[in-house]
């Protein structure tokens, strides 16, 4: 079911694609035939299907147009620019200074003499008696716990391996195979060490004792009195005055300037330009040997000599017709004098 589907649908994007093409090709527009040349006045009538009956390989003298260059004179206008003078008027701010009057309120200060009632605190001579405690000096037999070092001497046993002898040596040295059996030795060896002792000591030392002792001292006592002070105080009081002042006041002054300014004046000038010009030619062309016969019938019939047209040539043919509007493509394959 499904590969039916896929077959239908394949089918229809062909026939769009197809009539889409077809749609394009005639929507296009059909592309502009040169100028043929004029026919010669001794050049016969085509007859038939456009072959020439008598052309028997000669010149025939043919007139065409073409375009040449001339150097024409030509009137145009043209814009110059010009510097001229303008006048102009601009309105300048400029301030001008102006007294004025106004009414101020200021602050006077006034100084008063004023008695007033403080608290004074006052320091008077006393005697007193103090029992103070004085630091003295004193010799004391102390008994302190003293560290030493003391040098200690042990001895310790040790087997020390012992060298060949020069027996030995002597045997070894004139048999290099032999080997000296190695024998151990055991030595007593001395070694000595520092250790720290405590021990205790009495010495004389001055130790600083603290004794109480009764003296009798002048000091100073704080009484608090009340007693009058006469103080200056100042406090301000308001008074209104006249005051002059000076302002600046804006104010536009016209004033009149000159500037220049770029004007384009017309100005008519002739210049020389190159130009096509048409003109008419005489030439001799070459005439084009004879067409076969086959052709010869309407240019819209099949021709005799090409064989039954299939379903692409006649599709191609209509693209033809349409393209070049022509109808003398029939889909043949076979090259003849009509394609």
Request: net charge positive; proline share 6%.
């Amino acid at each position: 079911m499904s590969f039916r589907r896929i077959k239908a649908c394949m089918m229809v994007a062909a026939v769009s694609n197809f009539f889409g093409v077809s749609l394009f090709a005639a929507d296009a527009p059909a592309p502009m035939a040169p100028a043929a040349p004029a026919p010669a006045a001794s050049a016969p009538a085509h007859v038939g299907g456009g072959c020439a009956a008598d052309c028997g390989g000669g010149y025939v003298t043919v007139k065409s147009i073409e375009y040449v260059k001339e150097m024409v004179p030509v009137t145009r206008t043209t814009y110059k620019k010009v510097w001229k003078d303008e006048t102009y008027t601009v309105n300048k701010t400029e301030y001008v200074k102006e007294n004025r009057t106004r009414q101020v309120t200021v602050m006077k200060p006034i100084t008063e003499t004023v008695y007033e009632t403080r608290t004074v605190t006052k320091k008077v001579p006393v005697k007193k008696t103090v029992t103070v405690m004085e630091s003295r000096w004193e010799t004391q037999q102390v008994t302190e716990m003293q560290s030493r070092k003391v040098r200690k001497t042990y001895y310790t046993q040790e087997c020390v391996e012992r060298g060949p002898s020069l027996r030995d040596r002597l045997k070894a040295h004139c048999d290099p195979c032999y080997t000296p059996c190695t024998t151990t030795e055991l030595k007593c060896r001395k070694h000595h060490c520092w250790e720290t002792v405590c021990e205790p000591v009495t010495k004389c030392k001055k130790v600083k004792v603290c004794v109480p002792v009764c003296k009798e001292i002048c000091t100073y006592e704080c009484v608090t009195e009340c007693i009058k002070v006469p103080v200056c105080k100042t406090r301000c009081v308001p008074e209104c005055k006249t005051e002059c002042y000076t302002v600046c006041v804006p104010k536009c002054v016209p004033v009149t300037c000159t500037r220049k300014v770029a004007v384009c004046v017309p100005c008519t000038e002739t210049v020389m330009e190159c130009r096509l010009v048409a003109k008419c030619v005489e030439k001799q062309v070459a005439c084009a040997p004879a067409c076969n016969t086959c052709c010869e019938p309407s240019c819209c019939e099949v021709s005799t000599c090409c064989a039954k047209a299939g379903l692409r040539d006649r599709v191609r043919g209509l693209f033809a017709k349409r393209h070049r509007g022509e109808c003398c493509d029939t889909g043949c394959e076979a090259p003849s004098c009509c394609h």
